[in-house]
């Protein structure tokens, strides 16, 4: 697609999700411009492990010595005996140096206005905002950024654009788990399990399988589908964007955001690099752009539902009715610690042999193979295979493989 040449386009960033110091290190390594993670305490997502206050000050050092950018969520909807916590969580973050809160109640953007007046304010997606009227008065509020709701479509964004300060940012999901519910309001979560989804506690209700019963009929359950495995009805594909970063950077997205902060550091890895190396095409492209073969094909190796493009391209279907499960058709084996004198050290993440070929991720660039023709154990024993959990292993090789580099290898069918 060709760029829009009535507007000179800003530079996107790539932010990655960081739900541990892992997760950011690998986020910062394989090319993210900027990071979102949360604390200990009102963020959406208490399934990561997440950064206290010590962590959190490690964490931003780290990544601004990198040039990273780092923005911590405050998002959930504190409730009344948690605002007391408030002001202390915010003066913390504040001391810590992160670049920006992201933020979905209105009480809680006006403590930080008060609070951390230096400190930019985005509205996060749980804010819900789908118009141009909203994004403007958040600006007036003091907003920097609007994160905005994963309903709208590209037609809707270059509209709010349109009609919206310059200098307001706007950001938008490109990768990742998909809510069913509107920009995240569910309340499935708390009726059948007492966990808040508003709350970062979500226990994912919407992807179990589900029968209908008829009340006079107990102990008889019908799936809605006629099929052994039930139905799936709730249950979200995962949005990819990768063919289409063109087309939202031409709507007017700043931010090009990856879900997933409760995900593994190899997942991580994988997004951040493909979105990253495809951005830098984009703008090296000279007027047009088409994402390499590689780069779509990477995605493919991380754990996921079934893709689609969400919402961007208008109501295209959007659950995946066989099954809850995920689409896994690659394994990492191991993780590259050091190379030296030819020679790979490699921590082991799952059993693998002598005669096998590996496929190797480094960071910021297209994955390359190798075959394993002899490995030795830390003692420099040879041995035929690594079967023990974060074993060391070394593995002659004259192509080096860089530190930090993902070992990953192609599941049988």
Known sequence: MEQNENRTLKRAEILSPAGDMERLLTAVDFGADAVYLGGKSFGMRTSSNNF???????????AHSKNVKVYLTCNTLPKNDEVKNLPKFIENSKNAGIDAFIVADIGVFNLIKKLAPNIDIHVSTQAGVVNYLTANEFYNLGAKRVVLARELSLEEIAEIRAKTDKNLELEAFVHGSMCV??????LLSSYLTARDANRGDCAQPCRWKY???????EGQYFPILENDSGSYILNSRDLC??????????AGIDSLKIEGRAKSAYYVAVTTNAYKQALNDFYNCNGKWQVKTWMKKELE???????NTGFYFGN???????S???????????????????????????KFSKGEELDVLEPKSEPFNIKIEKMYDEWGKEINSAPHATQKVLIPTDREIKKGAYLRRKRKL
């Open 301 to 307: 190796k991380i754990s996921h539902r079934e893709y």
């Open 52 to 62: 206290d206050e010590s962590d959190l000050k490690k964490a931003v050092d780290f």
């Open 324 to 350: 809850g499960g995920y689409v896994r058709t690659y394994d990492v084996i191991g993780v590259c610690e050091n190379y030296k004198d030819k020679v790979a050290i490699i921590s082991q993440r799952n």
């Open 316 to 322: 295209e279907p959007g659950q995946v009715y066989e």
């Open 241 to 250: 964007m990768i063919e289409h970063l063109d087309k939202l950077i031409n």
């Open 181 to 186: 519910s509107f920009s995240g309001r569910c």
């Open 211 to 217: 029968n209908l019963v008829e009340e006079n009929r």
